[in-house]
């Protein structure tokens, strides 16, 4: 993994466009899947090997998958294979490996969907040990 890439998206957590307050990164290991779909944006919990562990209401409905189709599966392979690149799975396994996954992307979904411009947060609970993926759909005012 190239280590700008990783300091790049570091650099975009201070972005306009974050859409995740901190005291939501410190409450989502605990909350219920009832409180995860309450979120106006989408929430992939994944552990360290990136199977999916939760998914909620706005991912399964931007993504078109519902939660059977996708927990307990390999996000990067199976889930999302569009998201299995440098930029995506790459800064997450290396967020991951060093315990310090925060990042901020702009990506593009892709797979069995239309091409979906979208806000990526990586984020790595350290207390849990939990990883979290956020995804909010683009705007044009954004």
């Given at each position: 993994m190239h280590p700008n890439l990783i300091q790049a998206a570091r650099k975009l957590l201070n972005s306009p466009h974050r859409f995740a307050s901190d005291e939501v990164l410190i409450n989502i290991p605990n909350m219920t899947e009832s409180e995860l779909d309450?979120?106006?944006f989408g929430v992939i919990g994944l552990d360290d090997k990136g199977f999916v562990l939760q998914y909620n209401a706005y991912e399964?409905?931007?993504a078109n998958r519902n939660r059977e189709q996708t927990i307990g599966?390999?996000?990067f392979e199976e889930?999302?294979?569009?998201?299995?690149s440098p930029i995506f799975s790459g800064i997450?396994?290396?967020g991951v490996k060093q315990n310090n996954l925060k990042a901020f992307v702009s990506y593009f979904f892709d797979f069995k969907m239309t091409p979906t411009h979208v806000w990526i947060h990586m984020h790595r609970c350290i207390k849990s040990q939990s990883n979290w993926i956020l995804v909010q759909k683009k705007t044009e005012q954004q």
């Amino acid at each position: 993994m190239h280590p700008n890439l990783i300091q790049a998206a570091r650099k975009l957590l201070n972005s306009p466009h974050r859409f995740a307050s901190d005291e939501v990164l410190i409450n989502i290991p605990n909350m219920t899947e009832s409180e995860l779909d309450t979120l106006p944006f989408g929430v992939i919990g994944l552990d360290d090997k990136g199977f999916v562990l939760q998914y909620n209401a706005y991912e399964t409905k931007l993504a078109n998958r519902n939660r059977e189709q996708t927990i307990g599966k390999a996000f990067f392979e199976e889930v999302a294979p569009c998201t299995n690149s440098p930029i995506f799975s790459g800064i997450f396994f290396e967020g991951v490996k060093q315990n310090n996954l925060k990042a901020f992307v702009s990506y593009f979904f892709d797979f069995k969907m239309t091409p979906t411009h979208v806000w990526i947060h990586m984020h790595r609970c350290i207390k849990s040990q939990s990883n979290w993926i956020l995804v909010q759909k683009k705007t044009e005012q954004q």
